[in-house]
């Protein structure tokens, strides 16, 4: 776009430049046609009610002169004047728009069950991997909200802190696997300390547990009921996700490709118990899609206002096409008292 200094230039009437612009008030462009329209009227008037004298000429007199052509020009810059003044009322203006989008966040742990029972096959491929793309969707629905991640079996590790460096959650998520952590055994106790552990010194006005397990707790040195009671003296809300299906379920293939099966069980009861200490919600998820739902579910409980700022920097350019407009009109002055304006009419 040229400088507002630069008003001169032939650049302000390039297409290009009316591409770019928008228009405070767009309607006054419409006036443009009508532009034409009163000189097409003027001109029938002009013929129909102006006197005519009758002159009788030899044929080899009569001449046609290339320089009565230059009567036209007073009435095209007028007729230019009056666009221009039509543009420069209609406000022509580029626009910059700045959004920035902020909130005051959450903190959430996901605290996921990696024990060896999360091998089973109900879930495809297992309980594991499901867990994981939920994991990753869930993380990808968030904005600026701090988010880690606890891993459990036998033990409880802190895989990664609270953080929002998303990319990087992916990664870790990526890289689970039941080799992670050597202690076999469920302790959802022991992972519940190290969530709280990781959020107690957190001043956030929220912090929230995601714990998802498939099992009893056989493991660990804390009892579940006492880890969610702490969590709950630092408000921390827990949710708790129990994972699988209770019964006969596929545990895998033995050489022959023949499939093999176990009965699984799940203590509901201390997963309940523990959301409902944590004034969260208790969740059981049987497959796949029940498992996508339960953390669109928290997804949406959990949801804070994201406020914004609009910065919109706006620039005017109706002056431009005013100065040019006065110009014109000032060389249409000029004309009317030279001999383009009367060659006919003398």
């Known amino acids: ?32 046609l009508a532009i034409p329209v009163i000189y097409i009227l003027r001109w029938l008037l002009n013929i129909r009610l102006k006197q ?20 036209f020009i007073p009435d095209i810059l007028f007729a230019m004047m009056m666009a221009l ?16 989008q902020w909130t005051e ?3 959430i742990m996901l605290v996921i069950d990696i024990s060896r029972s999360m091998t089973i096959m109900d879930f495809k491929p297992n309980r594991l991997e499901a867990a994981k793309k939920v994991a990753k969707n869930f993380i990808a629905g968030r904005f600026q909200d ?15 802190p609270l953080t ?12 689970i696997n039941f080799e992670k952590i050597e202690a076999s055994g469920t302790a959802i106790g022991s992972a519940l300390a190290v969530a709280t552990n990781r959020m107690r010194e957190s001043d956030s006005k929220t912090k929230v547990v995601i714990l998802l397990s498939d099992g009893d707790n056989t493991a660990g040195n804390i ?22 299906k209770e019964g006969k379920v596929p545990t895998g293939k033995d050489i022959f490709g023949r499939v093999l099966y176990s009965n ?51 620039s005017d350019y109706y002056q431009v096409y005013l100065k040019w407009a006065i110009l014109i009109f000032l060389l249409w002055i000029a004309l009317k008292s030279t001999f383009m304006s009367n060659i006919l009419k003398d």
Not at 164 to 175: C, G, H, P, R
Not at 223 to 244: F, L, M, N, Q, R
């Open 1 to 32: 776009m040229p400088e507002v200094s630069k008003w001169f230039s032939f650049s302000w009437f390039y297409p290009t430049t009316f591409q770019n612009f928008t228009w405070e008030y767009k309607f006054f462009l419409m006036f443009l």
């Open 52 to 71: 005519k004298l009758t002159i009788a000429l030899p044929e080899k007199q009569i001449k046609s002169d290339l320089i009565s052509i230059l009567r």
């Open 85 to 100: 003044l039509i543009v420069a009322l209609a406000r022509p203006q580029t626009s910059n728009e700045k959004v920035e």
């Open 105 to 107: 966040g959450i903190d």
């Open 146 to 160: 701090r988010i880690g991640i606890v891993i459990f079996s036998g033990d409880a590790y802190s895989l990664a």
């Open 164 to 175: 929002t460096d998303y990319k990087l959650l992916n990664t870790y998520i990526d890289e």
């Open 223 to 244: 009892d579940p009921i006492t880890a969610a009671e702490i969590s709950h003296a630092y408000d921390i809300k827990i949710y708790t996700i129990a994972i699988g």
């Open 264 to 314: 699984n069980t799940l203590d509901e009861t201390t997963l309940r118990r523990i959301a409902e200490i944590g004034e969260g919600n208790f969740y059981r998820a049987s497959d796949n899609k029940a498992l996508e739902d339960v953390f669109k579910l928290i997804d949406q409980y959990e949801k804070v206002e994201i406020k914004e700022n609009r910065f919109k920097d706006t």
